[in-house]
């Protein structure tokens, strides 16, 4: 054989080795590829603890276990409203995990959650909590509701609404408690009980931080007599041998907090598999058990009971539908004619 004629021998029997062997296909090569996957968590300051601590290596776990992929986060955590604004102008969060319907929604407006997020387990919501008073060791100002935080000798701290969701929880705890106190006296409502009842309290806030967890920061250094914050963060302080004693009023409100996968980041990160489950293992009893541990109220009716002594229902407790729902408070409540609006309007021209 020629050296020409070899060398066209060689060369068929390299294409024909080509089409027989054609190597891994490009949905082949990803898998191959894909040893570890990053997941981007955007989330309020709060719930932290609980998601470092056991909910994601417990999530990091069974993924793992189940399809041999290793799942590393990044995780970022600050006020809610601001973390809401912070994935609307480019974070790119793959779960979205905030303290209140508003903040997901202003995500929604800007076309990054595509999905009805409010049609999955629990309306979307993850955990529950309740507003309360946290006060300082002894009760030395004998503080038992809401009026007591109307007194002269009485500092209240809680956060901005501006930049907080935990803070709009609160003023609208306080405001939904003027309704109920009005509606269990006299048989119904009393709207302008319940303005006065937000102004006079608001006149005794001595700061108003950037997120709850900054105030409650900010009363840990000595500052103020009463603290407004969730009964999850008390109980985190609790747990970790603080001496952190609360009130949980008779009329307060039932808090959720939502959670929801941010459709235009994880289709462009090619996460969606990994965040859907993420969320889907969010709701499981082994992540309610663990909200639960850190002093969340759980969405689970089973982990419920399992933690009944440990949160004890008030008597007068109520949720975001006796207020309207949120579409009505964030006009009603913080826009340019709202209650709280025209109390900080009026309490600046006193000044």
């Given at each position: 054989?020629?050296?020409?004629?070899?060398?066209?021998?060689?060369?068929?029997?390299?294409?024909?080795?080509?089409?027989v062997?054609?190597?891994?296909?490009?949905?082949?090569?990803?898998k191959?590829?894909?040893?570890?996957?990053t997941?981007?968590?955007?989330?309020?300051?709060?719930?932290k603890?609980a998601?470092?601590n056991?909910v994601?290596?417990?999530?990091?776990?069974?993924?793992k276990?189940?399809?041999?992929?290793?799942?590393?986060?990044?995780?970022?955590?600050?006020?809610?409203?601001?973390?809401?604004?912070?994935i609307?102008?480019?974070?790119?969060?793959?779960?979205?995990?905030?303290?209140?319907?508003?903040?997901?929604?202003?995500?929604?407006?800007?076309?990054?959650?595509?999905?009805?997020?409010?049609?999955?387990?629990?309306?979307g919501?993850?955990t529950?909590?309740?507003?309360?008073?946290?006060?300082?060791?002894?009760?030395?100002?004998?503080?038992?509701?809401?009026?007591?935080?109307?007194?002269?000798?009485?500092?209240?701290?809680?956060?901005?609404?501006?930049?907080?969701?935990?803070?709009?929880?609160?003023?609208?705890?306080?405001?939904?408690?003027?309704?109920?106190?009005?509606?269990?006296?006299?048989?119904?409502?009393?709207?302008?009980?319940?303005y006065?009842?937000?102004?006079?309290?608001?006149?005794?806030?001595k700061?108003m931080?950037?997120s709850?967890?900054?105030?409650?920061?900010?009363f840990?250094?000595?500052?103020?007599?009463?603290?407004?914050?969730?009964?999850?963060?008390?109980?985190?302080?609790q747990?970790?041998?603080?001496?952190?004693p609360?009130?949980?009023?008779?009329?307060t409100?039932?808090?959720?907090?939502?959670?929801?996968?941010?459709?235009?980041?994880?289709?462009?990160?090619?996460?969606?598999?990994?965040?859907?489950?993420?969320?889907e293992?969010l709701?499981?009893?082994?992540?309610?058990?663990?909200?639960?541990?850190?002093?969340?109220?759980?969405?689970?009716?089973?982990?419920v009971?399992?933690?009944?002594?440990?949160?004890?229902v008030?008597?007068y407790?109520?949720?975001?539908s006796?207020?309207?729902?949120?579409?009505?408070v964030?006009?009603?409540i913080?826009?340019?004619?709202?209650v709280?609006?025209?109390?900080?309007?009026q309490?600046?021209?006193?000044?």
């Amino acid at each position: 054989m020629t050296l020409k004629k070899f060398g066209k021998v060689y060369l068929l029997l390299f294409l024909a080795l080509v089409l027989v062997f054609p190597g891994c296909s490009k949905k082949e090569e990803n898998k191959a590829a894909a040893g570890s996957v990053t997941l981007i968590l955007g989330a309020y300051t709060v719930p932290k603890d609980a998601y470092q601590n056991e909910v994601i290596p417990a999530f990091q776990k069974m993924w793992k276990e189940k399809t041999g992929q290793e799942v590393k986060f990044q995780e970022s955590y600050v006020a809610s409203g601001a973390q809401g604004r912070n994935i609307s102008a480019g974070f790119e969060a793959d779960v979205a995990a905030l303290s209140l319907e508003h903040d997901i929604q202003t995500i929604v407006k800007k076309g990054l959650i595509t999905h009805d997020w409010k049609s999955k387990r629990c309306n979307g919501f993850i955990t529950r909590s309740l507003v309360v008073m946290v006060y300082r060791p002894g009760n030395p100002k004998q503080v038992k509701d809401w009026l007591d935080l109307t007194r002269n000798d009485i500092d209240v701290i809680y956060p901005s609404p501006r930049t907080s969701g935990g803070a709009m929880w609160f003023v609208n705890a306080i405001y939904g408690a003027g309704l109920k106190i009005t509606e269990l006296k006299d048989g119904k409502q009393d709207a302008d009980y319940a303005y006065n009842l937000l102004k006079k309290i608001q006149r005794r806030v001595k700061v108003m931080d950037e997120s709850g967890r900054a105030s409650v920061t900010t009363f840990e250094n000595g500052i103020g007599d009463i603290l407004l914050t969730y009964e999850n963060e008390a109980l985190l302080r609790q747990l970790q041998g603080k001496e952190f004693p609360f009130i949980i009023p008779d009329a307060t409100l039932l808090i959720e907090n939502p959670v929801a996968l941010v459709d235009k980041h994880v289709d462009k990160h090619g996460t969606r598999e990994v965040a859907e489950a993420f969320v889907e293992f969010l709701y499981s009893k082994e992540a309610q058990r663990s909200f639960a541990r850190y002093g969340f109220r759980s969405v689970d009716e089973e982990v419920v009971k399992e933690f009944a002594a440990k949160y004890p229902v008030p008597p007068y407790q109520f949720d975001m539908s006796y207020l309207g729902g949120w579409a009505k408070v964030n006009d009603s409540i913080y826009g340019p004619e709202g209650v709280w609006t025209k109390v900080i309007q009026q309490l600046a021209d006193e000044q």
